[in-house]
């Protein structure tokens, strides 16, 4: 167990909808990075936060938002989703934002029809 | 730009062989950071080594050992006497401060240990 959680564990959803992926840090860790697993792209970082504030992105669609609370806690926003927008996303934590060990979250494993 | 070379798609051993996985990456930063995760069935991904551009020196950890070498941009991974709870997929990956440490992962490869 890595510390790190995040809900729900799977998501069915339809073409269209938006769904709203919740990670939790490990405790003490204040970065959080949202990465991408499809079996075409592979593992895609999608973006960063450090204690609050956005620092860095990737491969993010602009259809996706993140952002990162008080508490740490972060949550991915998914918009408009589309078929190939399913994938396993995962949340990795870090104590800062440096070349820390990123330690990852289960996945949250998401499937749009 | 930075990438992650890990030419071995799918490996096949059988119990107690040894077994190398492949990494080769690509940057042009003098300072780095390479790292080793492993992903089970189960889906998690779980850290397995950290090594910075500037230490060369080789990690052993029970069955399992890193060959890191500048020279060949190469950051090979070994597992002695394999076990069948060593099946998973294995992922290299590198990270460089340009893209805010962010971890730029090789496609993986993926290991079979058969009884």
């Known amino acids: 167990d890595s510390g790190v959680t995040q809900t729900p564990k799977h998501l069915i959803t339809a073409t269209g909808q938006r769904v709203t992926l919740r990670c939790s840090p490990r405790?003490?860790?204040?970065?959080v990075y949202w990465y991408q697993q499809s079996l075409d792209q592979g593992l895609q970082f999608l973006i960063q936060y450090y204690n609050g504030e956005e620092r860095a992105k990737g491969n993010i669609l602009e259809r996706f938002s993140a952002q990162q609370f008080p508490d740490l806690h972060s949550e991915l926003n998914l918009s408009s989703l589309e078929l190939g927008d399913s994938a396993l996303y995962f949340c990795?934590?870090?104590?800062?934002?440096?070349?820390?060990?990123?330690?990852f979250g289960p996945g949250t494993r998401l499937l749009v029809l | 730009a930075q990438k992650v070379t890990q030419a071995q798609t799918e490996i096949s051993v059988v119990e107690k062989e040894d077994v190398t996985l492949d990494c080769v990456y690509e940057t042009r930063d003098t300072t780095y950071y390479l790292f080793w995760y492993k992903q089970p069935p189960s889906g998690e991904l779980v850290f397995l080594i950290r090594r910075n551009s500037f230490d060369e020196q080789n990690e052993i950890s029970g069955r399992y050992s890193w060959n890191f070498q500048k020279s060949t941009s190469s950051f090979n991974f070994t597992i002695t006497a394999s076990q069948v709870v060593d099946s998973a997929v294995y992922f290299c990956a590198l990270s460089i401060s340009n893209s805010g440490y962010a971890l730029n992962f090789g496609k993986g490869t993926s290991l079979l240990v058969t009884p």
């Open positions: 405790s003490g860790d204040l970065s």
């Open positions: 990795a934590s870090s104590v800062g934002t440096n070349w820390e060990t990123q330690y």
